[in-house]
């Protein structure tokens, strides 16, 4: 009963969060993070908690989560309720391919070419999903990855939402995974 409960007032929270969010009273502002604020052990504290609801094979970097956040290769945006000093509810990391263990069945003919950069799968909190939030998130680090110079974005994402960017945007598949769709793939900057 109470799980059942808690469900029931996380869903009452989410429903709160995406109702104000359609009434205008919660705006969703995206910034790229400073190596300087991204060292305060306040704010590593506050993002930590958001990865930690990542499920935990989505947790690319959780040995050396704070070296990863702190290091001044790593690429690093926020999303913020109200403005660029409010509350942190999401974000996106990554940095050189290179710097990254990539699973034996992934073969990528950029690694060892300093040309792309990594992004780990986006956070966010709870109550924050489908409110474009992630999207928001991903076209602030493309165009971060891009004025460093990236030629390639790589990541894993589903098949479905891979092959939604593979028509909109110059996406393309590198290795397909199954049964789990959960697909390792490019895009040109």
């Known amino acids: 009963m109470n799980a059942v409960i808690s469900f029931i007032k996380l869903r009452e929270k989410e429903l709160r969060i995406q109702n104000e969010c359609i009434l205008d009273n919660l705006k969703l502002i995206t910034s790229i993070e400073s190596v300087k ?62 710097g990254y263990s990539l699973p034996k069945e992934v073969s990528d003919e950029n690694y060892g070419q300093s040309n792309t950069i990594f992004l780990e799968p986006i956070s966010l909190k709870m109550g924050y999903w489908g409110l474009e939030g992630g999207s928001k998130l991903r076209k602030l680090f493309y165009e971060k990855a891009r004025s460093n110079g990236y030629k390639y974005l790589t990541s894993f994402g589903l098949r479905d939402v891979i092959r939604e960017r593979v028509s909109k945007e110059d996406a393309e598949f590198v290795t397909m995974f199954d049964p789990e769709h959960w697909d390792y793939y490019r895009i040109k900057l």
């Open 37 to 98: 604020k991204r060292s305060d052990n306040r704010f590593i504290s506050k993002i930590f908690s958001i990865y930690d609801e990542m499920p935990k094979p989505l947790q690319f970097t959780r040995i050396g989560f704070t070296d990863s956040v702190k290091n001044e290769n790593t690429v690093f945006v926020s999303i913020r309720v109200g403005d660029d000093d409010g509350e942190i509810v999401g974000f996106g990391k990554g940095g050189p391919l290179e």
